[in-house]
C-alpha cells in the first residue's frame, strides 16, 4: 500500500457496517450491494499527525472498500461523502487488485486510478490543505507546476473533452465512405489534435 509511511497516530482500522450507512438513504441495499467491507484506515489531522488544519480541509480520511465485483460503487461513495463531510481518500480492493478514488472539495466530480496502479502518495506538507491538493495531483492526467490546484483542474478536463472529442471524429472518419465528408471531419479534427499537444505538452506528467 502506498500509504503505509502513515505513522502509527494515524491508524484507526474501524469496521463500519454497511448496514447502518445503507439503511440511512433511499435504495440503500441497493447502492452499497457492491461492497463487502468497509474499512475506515487513517485519519489525518492536527492531533494525529500534527500537521496544520485551514478553514477549507481540516482533517483528511482514508477508507478502505473490498468489493464484489471490479466495479467502483460511485453513488455508494457520494453517499459516504456526505456523511462524513471531510475530504476522503479511497482505496478499491477486488481479489487481489486494487484502484484509488479521490473526489473534488467544491465540485462533484471524482477521479480514479486506473485497477493496479499504485500511487506515492506524499502525506508531508505544511498544512492539511497542501496534503489534499498533493493527493488530487497525483490522480490528474497532466500537472502544469506553474498552475494552482483549480487551474489544473481546468487542464486536466479540457484534455479529457478533447480525447473524447478526437476519438469520437476519428471513428466517424473511419466510418465515413464519402471523401468530402472525410474532409470536413479531419478540419473539425486538426484543430482539437492541435490544442491537445500543446496543452499536453506545457504540463509534467503527475505518475
Known amino acids: 500500500m502506498s500509504y503505509t509511511n ?9 469496521f ?17 450491494s457492491n ?14 499527525s500534527n500537521i496544520q488544519k485551514t478553514p477549507v480541509v481540516e482533517e ?8 464484489k465485483s471490479k466495479e467502483i460503487p ?18 478499491f480492493t477486488y ?3 486494487f484502484c484509488y478514488g479521490i473526489s473534488l472539495l467544491s465540485e462533484k466530480q471524482y477521479f480514479f486510478s486506473q485497477w493496479g496502479e499504485d500511487i506515492e502518495f506524499d502525506f508531508s506538507a505544511f498544512n492539511l490543505e497542501q496534503v489534499y491538493e498533493n493527493i488530487v495531483k497525483k490522480f490528474l492526467k497532466n500537472v502544469d507546476s506553474s498552475k494552482n490546484l483549480t487551474l489544473n483542474i481546468e ?19 473511419k466510418k ?6 472525410q474532409l470536413e471531419l479531419s478540419r473539425l479534427l486538426k484543430p482539437k489534435e492541435k490544442e491537445l499537444e500543446d496543452l499536453t505538452s506545457t504540463g509534467l506528467h503527475s505518475k
Open 74 to 91: 460511485k453513488k455508494a461513495i457520494v453517499e459516504i461523502d456526505k456523511l462524513i463531510h471531510y475530504p476522503l481518500l479511497y482505496r
Open 6 to 14: 502513515l505513522p502509527n497516530s494515524t491508524k484507526l482500522n474501524q
Open 16 to 32: 463500519i457496517a454497511k448496514y447502518k450507512l445503507s439503511d440511512r438513504i433511499n435504495n440503500g441495499k441497493i447502492i452499497f
Open 95 to 97: 481479489e487481489d487488485d
Open 176 to 181: 465515413e465512405k464519402q471523401f468530402k465528408k
Open 155 to 173: 487542464l486536466n478536463n479540457r484534455i479529457l473533452v478533447l480525447q473524447k472529442d478526437i476519438n469520437s471524429l476519428t471513428n466517424k472518419i
Open 60 to 67: 483528511i480520511h482514508i477508507f478502505e472498500i473490498e468489493l
Open 35 to 48: 461492497i463487502n467491507k468497509i474499512t475506515w484506515k487513517y485519519k489525518l489531522s492536527p492531533t494525529t
